[in-house]
């Protein structure tokens, strides 16, 4: 089972990344499992060279999702810090 996370919509194609084998797959919005947003990350199979999207991964989601959170709290903590004076 792969796994892949919804990178954009554009155009009601929904952009599927498939970061282990490097590839990304497109398919229309509307074919998205309910609550899909940007960031969700899925479950996918691949059989004869189609990607299907099984289920949305909800741990995983979750996980990036405060990974990301920890990452923009440190940005945030940085940014008042700076070396340079403000004139």
Known sequence: ???GVLDRIEDNQAVILIEEIGEQFTLPQEELPSNSEEGTWFSIKQEHGKFTIIEIDEPLTKEKQ???ADLM???RAKKGSSKFKRR
């Open 1 to 3: 089972m792969l796994k």
């Open 66 to 68: 405060a990974q990301s």
């Open 73 to 75: 709290s440190q940005l």
